[in-house]
């Protein structure tokens, strides 16, 4: 339940950013944007936040997800014609990695919002 509501806040924000930015711009403009409206709400966030990975005991390379939102969910800001699988499978990998059970991939190419939840 707490996770439903910190989704639907994070969702909201990314609403905001995009009807204020309106779409067109550089990923990175809409991730520091969202940034500054998931603080207005209180929510504190990581951004690249960094995850080493292991493979059988040896450090094999970090992998560094755009956003955590209050330690519990991964958001990635994307400004892409549509989500593919690649995207799908790059936030179930960041979800093993993390141990975290949610990520958002949000689009913002178009005027409206672009969504895709991925749960682990």
Do not use: W
């Amino acid at each position: 339940m707490i996770e439903e509501s910190l989704t639907e806040k994070i969702i909201g924000a990314a609403h905001r950013v995009l009807f204020t930015l309106k779409p067109g711009l550089d990923e990175k403009l809409y991730e520091r944007a969202l940034i500054i409206e998931l603080s207005k709400q209180g929510l504190s966030c990581d951004q690249q936040r960094q995850y080493p990975v292991y493979y059988e005991e040896q450090h094999i390379g970090t992998l560094i997800p755009d956003l955590v939102v209050e330690g519990k969910i991964i958001v990635d800001p994307k400004v892409v014609t549509g989500f593919n699988d690649t995207h799908i499978a790059q936030m179930l990998g960041y979800l093993n990695i993390t141990g975290l059970k949610t990520a958002l991939l949000l689009n913002f190419k178009f005027s409206s919002l672009g969504i895709k939840r991925v749960s682990n």
